[in-house]
């Protein structure tokens, strides 16, 4: 099992109207996925959301990725998700940023996609979240064709390419970045393995719950003869919470704090998309709060979240493998958790616990992708006749006899 943080720009309270404040979150948020690259983390993951106040004010992190990327060295950074609704993202908008992400990462770009958060964030683009399915599906399977052909042309229902152009520039070396979708009711676990793409499983309700939806995936991608991409990224990767301190008398202390589950009424009133949990608090009504000791334990043994000292976690964290888990990706920082001890759970979670459940050195995206096979030829089409110049810069990086149409 390997492992990740997600981060999310999440601001909660009054400090969403500041505009230190926000700057100041989004700073911290870039240092905490720096900072765990030096402690076996192998991924960063990355939300993006619009017009969400307090729950998530990061609206375009591919523009942070190259940052990351170069003050880095092996921790990879994803997208969690980037939104492929035609009015959000064109679909050629996002083959250029993927493509362009994954030359400047050199290749430790993992592509997340969805369909957005709800009816509320979709409204910031007019568009209603009956649509984005559809609009999903096209974009998708016409993104695989834009990094391959170089005559590329389409007509569907919510965009089109009427002339042959080459969408550029094109993944960097053999395949392309791994591919993900948010994944919430059952029937998009089931596609999302029929694909043969990872899924990516926002976690808020018993560990347990989650293995039908994740044996769904399995069943599904096991039955996978031709995969979305150019390679099958078996891979399903859940969110949830960690409190891993040295003091593990602190760690509960933080379990229990004033405000602990407040994310929790803001997915609950942004998130229409995902199945309502029962009970559910939304915004601004008061969090449900673990109230005693008795509480925690129960929370920890349904796996809604790992809590205490690296000892103690270790035993905790089993189960996560039980259900089929194959990435466990935390939420930081968590509600309570002051900022140094955001970086002391990074290093000790990363030192202590790591080791003992992620043996391999290599990230499974990567030596997914050594299998990348094409699934398009260079041209849809036979290429038309084109001029080649007559001379061109002495310092051009190819010689004029590899000359290609420029379509």
């Not at 094109?170 to 089931?190: I, Y």
């Not at 407040?262 to 995902?274: A, C, D, F, I, K």
């Not at 041209?379 to 149409?405: C, H, K, M, R, W």
Request: net charge negative.
């Amino acid at each position: 099992m390997e492992f990740g943080l997600f981060l999310n720009g999440y601001l909660p309270g009054p400090a969403a109207h500041n505009g230190n404040a926000e700057h100041e979150m989004i700073m911290r948020e870039l240092q905490y996925a720096i900072h765990a690259d030096g402690y076996n983390w192998k991924y960063a993951w990355f939300g993006e959301h619009h017009a969400l106040t307090e729950y998530s004010h990061m609206s375009a992190p591919e523009t942070i990725f190259g940052y990351i990327a170069a003050k880095t060295e092996q921790i990879h950074v994803g997208s969690a998700i980037m939104n492929l609704s035609r009015p959000v993202n064109h679909p050629v908008r996002n083959a250029e940023r993927v493509a362009l992400l994954d030359h400047v990462t050199n290749n430790r770009y993992e592509w997340g996609t969805g369909r957005g958060a709800g009816e509320h964030e979709m409204q910031t683009f007019d568009l209603s979240t009956s649509e984005t399915k559809e609009m999903w599906d096209e974009a998708a399977h016409e993104i695989l064709r834009m990094w391959e052909q170089r005559d590329y042309t389409f007509e569907g229902k919510y965009f089109r390419v009427a002339e042959p152009h080459n969408i550029l520039p094109k993944p960097f070396g053999a395949g392309h970045p791994p591919l993900w979708v948010g994944c919430g009711n059952p029937a998009t676990f089931t596609k999302a393995g029929e694909l043969g793409i990872g899924a990516i499983a926002f976690n808020f309700e018993p560990v347990y719950n989650l293995k039908g939806r994740i044996d769904a995936y399995k069943e599904g991608i096991a039955n996978c003869t031709e995969p979305l991409g150019q390679f099958m990224n078996d891979n399903v990767l859940m969110t949830n919470a960690v409190i891993c301190l040295a003091d593990g008398k602190r760690a509960r202390e933080i379990a229990m704090s004033e405000g602990r589950g407040y994310l929790n009424t803001m997915v609950n009133m942004y998130h229409s998309t995902m199945p309502p949990q029962p009970g559910a608090v939304k915004w601004p009504g008061r969090p449900r709060a673990i109230e005693n000791e008795e509480q925690l334990d129960f929370a920890i043994e349904a796996g809604y979240l790992l809590c205490g000292t690296p000892d103690q976690v270790l035993e905790q964290i089993d189960k996560y493998q039980e259900v089929g888990c194959d990435q466990l990706v935390f939420g930081i920082p968590n509600e309570g958790f002051e900022h140094d001890e955001v970086f002391e759970m990074i290093e000790l979670f990363g030192t202590k616990v790591i080791p003992e459940f992620d043996k391999e050195p290599e990230h499974r995206t990567t030596v997914m992708r050594r299998n990348a096979k094409r699934k398009y030829p260079d041209f849809a089409n036979e290429p038309a006749g084109f001029e080649i110049p007559e001379v061109i810069p002495t310092n051009s990086l190819l010689p004029i006899a590899d000359y290609q149409p420029n379509l």
